[in-house]
């Protein structure tokens, strides 16, 4: 068993002959390096079937990284690794840094994250403490396995293993992605409520296809799902009051977030939330007035300027704005619109997740959060 700091120069020399060596021979675990996910997906089936599809299975292969990541290279330096800590983190240990092998393809596969023995996550270079070999980590303690040892660690319920990615803080100190420092600021700490509760709920399955199918055994949904029912449970629309003085409508809405563990979007900045509002005649439907009101966050370089592509944000960020809604803050806001007086006044809300990429056009997603109608009689 090799014990290694990520990125550490010395791990490149051992892994090269060992991991060839390995690989003609036929599926099992790997004692002296990387385990291919599809190796452990031979008796963890139905884990590997949701890890597949997963963003992790996809980090370093999905489009909208490898178009960001060939600007990247294109450009030079040393911006390259650092991409690469968090999309193909076992290319650090390895040392395969232009992803020649498959396994450095896998993105955050099985093997990465069940070889962590620790986590710094104040050491943006190299938060990773990884032991890789014939020992394999995870929650349960009493865990038997045929092929592998099992050491129980509580870091894979807590919040930190994830941390080690979903936290980046540059050279100039700015935070680039805080999903960490949101949560750990928020009362979920306390409640014990770590990202797993959220992110990898119990869901029916088989743990392995050695332990026989029981009915209503759960295993941890791994596949990260971007899902649109969880999106409308976290975030809700209310409306405070209308009020209409003749010639003039009021609307205040509150925009809650009671259900993510973190600002809501978080994460890259490419995500965000608008609630738009528009007032139209209820005569006619002639538009009278609209609103958009947007919670992001937006990062500016040195000139004050907002900053699109990966490598800016990543490297040269100096400053933040952010208008996004934090655990637990209902945010209201006042909207007015001026209206003929005498006419009845239909008032329309709409709570949008915009999720769009700056790397590849096209590239987008929405999800109606929430909505709410009006009609404002003629006064
Ligand atoms: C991003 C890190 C990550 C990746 C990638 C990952 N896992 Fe996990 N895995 C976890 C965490 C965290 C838990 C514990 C979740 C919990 O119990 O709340 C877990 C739990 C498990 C368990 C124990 C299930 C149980 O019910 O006790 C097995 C087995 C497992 N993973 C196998 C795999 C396999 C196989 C793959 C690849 C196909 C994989 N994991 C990929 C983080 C990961
Ligand atoms: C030959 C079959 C086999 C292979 C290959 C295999 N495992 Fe396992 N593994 C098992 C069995 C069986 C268990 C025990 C499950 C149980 O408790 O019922 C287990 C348990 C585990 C656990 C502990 C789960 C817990 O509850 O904490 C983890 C983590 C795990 N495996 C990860 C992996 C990873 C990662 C790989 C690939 C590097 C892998 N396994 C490859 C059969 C296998
Ligand atoms: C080794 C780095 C790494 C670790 C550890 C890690 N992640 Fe991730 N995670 C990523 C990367 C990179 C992506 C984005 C992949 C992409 O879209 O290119 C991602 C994506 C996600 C997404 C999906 C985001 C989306 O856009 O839909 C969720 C949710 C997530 N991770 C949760 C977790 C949780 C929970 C843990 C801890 C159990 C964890 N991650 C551990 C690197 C990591
Ligand atoms: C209380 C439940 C909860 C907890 C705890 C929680 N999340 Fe989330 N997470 C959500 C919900 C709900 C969403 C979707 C709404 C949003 O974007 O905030 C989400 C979204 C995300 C996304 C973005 C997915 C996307 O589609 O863009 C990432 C990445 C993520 N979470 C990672 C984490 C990490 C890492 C932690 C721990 C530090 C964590 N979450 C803790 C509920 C939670
Ligand atoms: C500290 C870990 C980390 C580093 C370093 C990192 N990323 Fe990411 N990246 C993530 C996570 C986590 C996500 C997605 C989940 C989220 O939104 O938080 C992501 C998402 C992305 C996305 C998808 C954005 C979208 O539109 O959905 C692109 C593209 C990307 N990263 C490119 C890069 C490039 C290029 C670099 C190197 C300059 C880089 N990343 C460095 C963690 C990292």
Redesign the pocket.
């Known amino acids: 068993m090799a014990k290694r700091r990520l990125w550490g120069i010395r791990a490149v020399l051992w892994m090269g002959h060992a991991g060839a060596l390995w690989a003609a021979e036929k599926p099992h675990v790997n004692p002296t390096g990387f385990t291919p996910s599809q190796v452990c997906g031979t008796c963890h089936q139905d884990i590997y079937a949701m890890w597949k599809d997963s963003?992790h299975a996809r980090?370093f292969e999905?489009p909208?990284?490898a178009?960001?990541?060939r600007?990247?290279r294109r450009e030079g330096g040393s911006?390259?690794e650092?991409?690469?800590?968090?999309?193909a983190p076992i290319a650090g240990i390895t040392g395969d840094l232009n992803a020649q092998q498959a396994i450095t393809r896998e993105g955050v596969g099985c093997d990465f994250c069940h070889s962590v023995t620790g986590v710094a996550i104040r050491d943006?270079g190299s938060p990773f403490e990884v032991e890789v070999g014939a020992t394999k980590r995870g929650a349960r303690v009493g865990a038997i396995s045929p092929a592998h040892a099992v050491q129980p660690s509580i870091l894979f319920k807590s919040s930190r293993l994830c941390g080690?990615?979903?936290?980046?803080r540059n050279d100039e100190g700015l935070a680039?992605?805080s999903?960490f420092s949101e949560w750990r600021a928020s009362s979920y700490p306390s409640e014990l409520r770590s990202c797993q509760d959220c992110h990898f709920v119990p869901v029916s399955g088989r743990i392995s296809v050695q332990r026989p199918g029981a009915p209503g055994a759960t295993i941890p949904d791994h596949r990260l799902q971007r899902n649109q029912e969880q999106i409308r449970e976290a975030v809700k629309l209310d409306l405070v009051r209308t009020t209409r003085n003749a010639g003039r409508v009021e609307v205040v809405l509150a925009v809650r977030n009671i259900g993510s563990g973190h600002a809501v979007p978080?994460?890259?900045p490419?995500?965000r939330l608008l609630l738009k509002v528009e007032a139209r005649s209820a005569a006619s439907g002639a538009l009278l007035g609209d609103a958009t009101q947007t919670y992001e966050k937006v990062i500016l370089g040195g000139s004050g300027k907002a900053l699109l592509r990966?490598?800016e944000?990543?490297?040269r960020g100096r400053e933040v704005r952010d208008t996004r809604i934090t655990p637990g803050q209902a945010r209201t806001e006042t909207f007015a619109f001026s209206v003929p007086s005498g006419e009845a006044v239909r008032v329309h809300a709409e709570l949008e997740y915009l999720?769009?990429?700056?790397?590849l056009a096209g590239?987008e997603w929405r999800v109606q959060v929430a909505r709410y109608d009006s009609l404002i009689p003629a006064n």
């Not at 650092?82 to 999309?87: D, F, I, P, S, Y």
């Not at 999720?355 to 790397?359: A, D, E, G, I």
């Open positions: 963003k980090a999905n909208l990284f178009a960001a990541y600007e990247v911006a390259k650092l991409c690469l800590r968090c999309h943006t080690g990615c979903h936290e980046f680039v992605i999903t978080t994460g890259h490419s995500r990966d490598v944000l990543f490297l999720y769009r990429s700056h790397v590239n």
